[in-house]
């Protein structure tokens, strides 16, 4: 769990309990936060996230079945533990159904109290460190995964790892295909929200006369054509992630609704007058420059600062030289494995090429160039022979590259692999041809990707 001070709600409608909770536990550690109702407790839940929340049973308005049951529905995150002066084995089998954590008996004495919160707090180091491993799997096994070995893809993916875990909204820059949604759904997949929905929209591909009824739903004759009640995205996300493509196209009309739903987590469905809870993370990603839209006022400001609390750009894969052969391994691995053949060898005159090209495409164009090469080549090696013209020809700028760093790195790469093939792999005896130390062979091996 780290050293960083867990945030924990205590929910109660006596005054005095809070006070001498919120004494026992920040002598403890926590950070603590009160609220004096279950509907209280809602409002906040829906503005920012709680490791565990601590919450009476008996109480007015909204009670601590309900509000364990309302937690539930919306998929709010944060560990439950109850609390209540009139315990039983029955209410409390009743909150542990209901999917409470634990539950303590008033009155509690400190102790008691601080044990419970500890193995809570266990429990969501190992759920934590199960999504993290179950992402790595991921990696290994799905053909769509971030694949990178740039340190600008490295500072970025960091950066997921310790954003995924907040209830912040993201917002995604980068140019066209370079891989915006797979950033959204590691986000997703890394988050305490794994197993909720993902959501994936783009904005500037549904009409606007049908984009208010698409997010928010609409009910029974609403208008011409709605012959039944329909759920909006984000009713079909809440709990998960609703991920928000393109958000530069978003109608400007309906940019105070988006809002209203992001500060208040409510939808209201087109044709209804009651309003409905949603508790959805939102990602958008956009192609443009939305401070550029902003600024001639065609997107709120207010919408902007809302939706960018965290900001991501994914580099182009110009960027990321040193990505592109690797991405490029990566995809004819995949297309490979999916055809049942074998991996062609990519040649390092190929690979220069691969290198040398500026993919104004980035990674979209990138797979749809291997996916297209693997089909008109059925060897075992890909060389300049199979490329097309274009990439045949051309380097990143469409002329001759007299960069000596470049051309040392490619003599470097070239004579290594060469001591390889000709020590039949032998690393060792590779390592004496070459006249460097073992050690520094291998890293030079993993740095240019040649094991």
């Known amino acids: 769990m780290g050293s960083e001070k867990k945030k924990i709600l205590i929910v109660d409608d006596e005054t005095c309990v809070r006070h001498m909770l919120r004494l026992v536990l920040e002598g403890a ?39 364990l049951r309302q937690i539930k529905q919306l998929g709010v995150e944060g560990m439950v533990v ?22 303590i008996s008033k009155p509690f004495k400190p102790d008691e109290v601080i044990l419970t919160l500890r193995k809570a707090e266990e429990r969501i180091r190992l759920q934590r460190e199960n999504v993290k491993l179950r992402w790595q799997l991921s990696q290994k096994k799905d053909n769509h995964s971030i694949v990178y070995r740039s340190n600008v893809m490295e500072r970025l993916l960091d950066l997921v790892s310790r954003v995924a875990e907040t209830n912040s909204s993201v917002l995604i820059t980068g140019e066209t295909g370079t891989g915006k949604e797979l950033v959204a759904r590691a986000l997703h997949q890394q988050s305490p929200r794994y197993k909720k929905p993902f959501v994936a929209v783009n904005c500037g591909a549904i009409a606007p006369s049908l984009v208010e009824s698409e997010l928010f739903g609409h009910a029974r004759g609403a208008f011409t054509g709605a012959v039944q009640q329909k759920a909006g995205l984000f009713e079909e996300a809440s709990g998960g992630t609703l991920f928000l493509d393109e958000i530069g196209e978003f109608p400007m009309d309906l940019q105070p609704k988006l809002l209203r739903v992001l500060q208040e987590g409510e939808v209201r469905r087109v044709g209804e007058t009651r309003s409905r809870k949603v508790a959805v993370r939102v990602l958008a990603a956009t192609a443009r420059d ?91 090696v890909l060389g300049l022979e199979t490329l097309p013209g274009e990439i045949r020809r051309k380097n990143r700028g469409g002329e001759q590259s007299f960069s000596l760093k470049q051309a040392a790195l490619r003599l470097e790469k070239e004579y290594i692999h060469k001591a390889l093939a000709a020590t039949g792999g032998n690393r060792t005896q590779a390592a004496k041809l070459l006249e460097i130390s073992l050690r520094k062979l291998l890293y030079k091996i993993k740095e240019y990707g040649l094991e």
């Open 29 to 67: 550690g926590y950070r603590v936060t009160e609220a004096g109702s279950g509907t209280e407790a809602l409002r906040l839940l829906q503005d920012e996230p709680f490791d565990i929340i601590l919450s009476d049973i008996r109480m007015p308005e909204l009670d601590g079945l309900d509000l």
């Open 82 to 103: 109850m609390m209540s002066a009139y315990g039983s084995i029955d209410t409390a089998v009743e909150c542990l159904k209901k999917g409470a954590y634990d539950y």
């Open 290 to 380: 939305l401070r550029e839209l902003v600024a001639n006022g065609d997107f709120r400001d207010d919408l902007f600062f809302r939706l960018a609390v965290v900001e991501m750009h994914i580099p182009p894969l110009r960027e990321g030289r040193e990505d592109v052969v690797l991405l490029a391994k990566h995809f004819a691995n995949g297309i490979a494995a999916s055809e049942g053949r074998s991996t062609p060898e990519i040649t390092l005159a190929v690979e220069e090429r691969l290198g040398d090209y500026s993919w104004p495409g980035n990674v979209r164009e990138l797979a749809n160039f291997m996916e297209r090469t693997m089909i008109f080549s059925r060897g075992d």
